[in-house]
């Protein structure tokens, strides 16, 4: 093993951190008898030579003597080399057209040839995984399908040795692998998607394994998912409930007898006790390779796993018992990023017989995509589910579901809620740490977090479940639903020497059953030090306050606009502005510091004082002329706020239009949008402004909140603004939420798209639901 290793110039070669003259050690170390200098080597090359799924020459040069690792039987731990192999080999830039016209100088250029030649050469030595289907080591035959669904270049040879493999696989998760496997060649290859998707359709009905049934489905689902059945969900409830009946047994070892007239798979009626299919395992008579063996039955049988392919007629399959799936032992642990990485995966797996359940189920909620109402009824059985892991999972696969996608999703918050009864640590957890996110949308589980947070002595606290820091969850969530039964536990978490930022960012959702908090929010206001911490500390204070309209608090206020320390300086003096602004003329003993901050050199600053002295004075004159010359300054950013501060004033700065105006062609969209709003504002007339809204709205779905803001201020949008409504009746009828984006979730997503979808209704004159 590893000929030629040493005629590699290694130091010439290079990786994430510099020359690879460190390879040869921890390719070695992949072959070590020590488990933990395994782990080591394996940690090593996804930390250097494969780092962030990046690929260097030094890995190029790996990928012969990681193939030849891969197929010794004697080395432990092969399952994570095909792992790694699959990830270095399975780039496909195939696709990307801007990829192929690189210029070979282009910088991007070298790692696109890198990720080239890398899917050459693991496609060239693919065929070592042809003879690991059937390996000793379970890993192997775990990590194994999906690298030939992946890799090998020849996918009907695949298919037909992965479903003939089916036939006399012992464990579960390689079967389940294995199913998953040709579903991912089906994706790939349109050509076979049809005939395949015939095959998980029979698959999903016949199969005596109810994880198998599972597993169909989900790929089913993926691949072609109008032939799903339409009860679909029904369906899955059953499979779930078989598996939960089997116990702590891994699916496929339960014993079975064989069904006398319960119907062929091919059938229909074949989901019964005597169903017959691949979800047999292989038993005594199957291991023999006899008469009666599956393989033998289903081949005399047009044989579905030949090259042939199956011909939609599937053979009778006696059932015979299962011996039991190999025992899945824990890796040691390792002070490796590897096995940190996996750890928290095991230990919550441990001691699950449906451990993998949940994988399936992401893949089929995944599938199921925008088909809303089938995967509310989905996530909602299963949060009714007697099993605690089930319906963890399902808080969990509820976060995708409502950040994505608008529904009715009142019961699936009520039965959320309800989980915060239940003793399982990490299942409460779950619920508190989900329901945090949907603001108003959690009022259907007011009750229940309001029980939790009374039942807990520090709800303040943040939540600690595997040895790991959460959040205040559940009173986070009270309080974003503005409910006022959050109020006397903040009462004491704002007591605390440091409370919870998020807590304190949440207040002003109570509305006016926060005020009872004000002396508390001033006490703590007027005691922070005057350093550079004053604006993190400062921020959400001011913010309350000023949401609480609470001038009694100006004295606070004044010391923080007075004492603003260089660091940050900008961010406090715009918060403590803000607030003065809220206030009013209640607050006209601040007009002195504020007017001063009208010649200061942030343009956000004086926009934001430009708009503080005409909340507490009235008078638009005197700080008008500063906001025009801000406007027709040259920095977009500038001209955003001045125009922001502009459209406060309404009426009263219709001088300021001729400005406006002239932003409505500015490159940026966002100064586009701000000047149109502001411009509606001030005359009162969305003429001029409407087109440059509606081609906004169009153009950046990010700004459609403020769109939608101002079209519901000024009225009923059939009569004012003809041409936007329909722009409003597509955005409530659009299943999905306007501000999802790939890979990139914000705390305030949802709450943010349930707003826009409020003021659209409110634009069309529809209130009812606000």
């Known amino acids: 093993m590893f000929t030629g290793i040493e005629e590699v110039d290694w130091a010439s070669l290079g990786h994430a951190y510099g020359p690879a003259d460190d390879v040869p050690a921890l390719l070695r170390g992949l072959a070590s008898d020590d488990p933990a200098e395994r782990e080591r080597a394996l940690d090593g090359m996804y930390g250097t030579v494969h780092h962030q799924g990046d690929v260097y020459d030094s890995t190029l040069a790996c990928i012969p003597f990681l193939l030849e690792l891969v197929a010794c039987p004697d080395v432990q731990d092969r399952g994570c080399v095909v792992e790694l192999l699959a990830s270095i080999g399975g780039i496909d830039l195939s696709g990307d057209d801007e990829l192929q016209e690189l210029d070979p100088e282009d910088e991007e250029f070298e790692d ?86 015939g095959w998980l359709a029979w698959l999903s009905g016949a199969a005596q394994d109810p994880a198998l049934r599972l597993a169909a489905l989900a790929q089913l689902a993926r691949c072609a998912p109008g032939r799903l059945p339409d009860d679909v969900v029904p369906t899955v409830t059953r499979l779930l409930a078989e598996l939960r009946r089997s116990g702590p047994r891994t699916p496929g070892t339960g014993a079975g007898t064989a069904g006398s007239g319960a119907g062929t798979a091919g059938s229909g009626a074949g989901t019964g006790a005597g169903a017959s299919g691949p979800g047999v395992a292989a038993g005594a008579a199957m291991a023999a390779g006899g008469p009666n063996s599956p393989a033998n039955l289903w081949n005399s049988a047009n044989s579905w796993a030949s090259p042939g392919g199956w011909d939609g007629t599937p053979p009778t399959v006696p059932v015979h ?125 007011a ?78 206001l007027g005691a922070l030090p005057l350093d550079d911490e004053l ?83 009235g008078d638009a004159g005197a700080v008008l002329p500063r906001l025009r010359a801000l406007l027709r300054a040259p920095d977009a950013h500038g001209r ?17 239009a001729p400005e406006l105006r002239a932003c409505l062609t500015a490159p940026d969209v966002w100064l586009r949008v701000d000047a149109a709003t502001a411009l509606c504002r001030v005359t009162g ?18 700004t459609r909140v403020e ?46 798209d349930e707003r826009l979808l409020a003021l659209c209704r409110r634009a069309l004159g529809d209130t009812g639901r606000d």
């Open 535 to 617: 604006g993190e500390q400062s921020g959400p204070l001011l913010l309350a306050l000023a949401k609480l309209r609470a001038v009694e608090a100006l004295p606070e206020v004044l010391r923080v606009l007075r004492g603003a320390p260089a660091f940050r300086r900008e961010w406090v003096l715009e918060s403590a502005l803000r607030a003065v602004a809220a206030f009013g003329p209640a607050a006209r003993e601040a007009a002195g510091d504020v007017r001063v901050l009208l010649d200061d050199a942030s343009a956000g600053t004086v926009t934001a004082a430009a708009r503080a002295l005409w909340a507490v004075e």
């Open 640 to 656: 955003r706020s001045a125009a922001w501060a502009v459209g406060a004033f309404g009426g009263s700065a219709r001088a300021a």
């Open 321 to 445: 018992s299962v011996p039991p799936a190999e025992p899945v032992e824990l890796r040691p642990a390792a002070p490796t990023l590897v096995g940190q990485l996996r750890e928290p995966r095991e230990e919550q797996r441990a001691g699950r017989g449906t451990a993998w359940a949940d994988d399936l189920l992401r893949t089929l909620h995944s599938a199921l995509d925008d088909r809303v109402d089938d995967r509310i009824a989905l996530v909602t059985a299963q949060l009714r589910s007697p099993d605690s892991a089930q319906r963890t999972d399902a808080v969990w696969m509820c976060g995708s579901l409502v950040r994505t996608w608008r529904g009715a999703y009142d019961e699936v918050v009520r039965l959320v809620g309800a989980q915060l009864r239940d003793p399982e640590p990490r299942l409460r957890a779950a619920a508190a740490s989900w329901l945090e996110g949907l603001f108003g949308l959690a009022a259907p589980a």
């Open 685 to 702: 007339d969305l003429g001029e402004a409407l087109p440059v809204l509606l081609a906004a709205w169009r153009e950046n779905r990010h």
């Open 707 to 752: 769109i939608a803001e101002c079209l519901a201020e000024l009225g009923p949008a059939d009569r004012q603004a003809p041409d936007a409504a329909p722009l409003l009746r597509a955005e409530l009828a659009c299943a999905r939420r306007h501000n999802v984006s790939a890979g990139v979730t914000g705390d305030h997503d949802i709450h943010e």
């Open 447 to 524: 009750d229940d977090l309001a029980a939790r947070v009374a039942a807990d002595p520090a709800p303040w606290a943040p939540d600690w479940v595997g040895g790991r820091p959460g959040t205040a969850s559940a009173l986070l969530a009270l309080t974003r639903a503005g409910d006022a039964r959050a109020v006397p536990a903040l009462a004491r978490a704002l007591e605390q020497p440091e409370p919870d930022g998020k807590l304190l960012y949440a207040l002003p959702h109570l509305g006016e059953a926060g005020g009872v908090l004000v002396p508390l929010l001033r006490r703590r």
């Open 112 to 197: 696109a040839a890198n990720y080239a030649m890398a899917a050459a050469a693991v496609a060239a030595g693919a065929d070592v995984f042809l003879g690991l289907v059937g390996d000793e080591d379970r890993e192997v035959r775990l990590a194994v399908p999906g690298a030939l669904a992946s890799l090998h270049g020849d996918p009907v040879r695949v298919r037909d040795l992965l479903r003939e493999r089916l036939t006399v696989e012992r464990d579960s998760e390689v079967r389940l692998a294995l199913v998953e496997a040709v579903g991912r060649i089906a994706l790939r290859y349109e050509s076979l998607r049809e005939e395949t998707a």
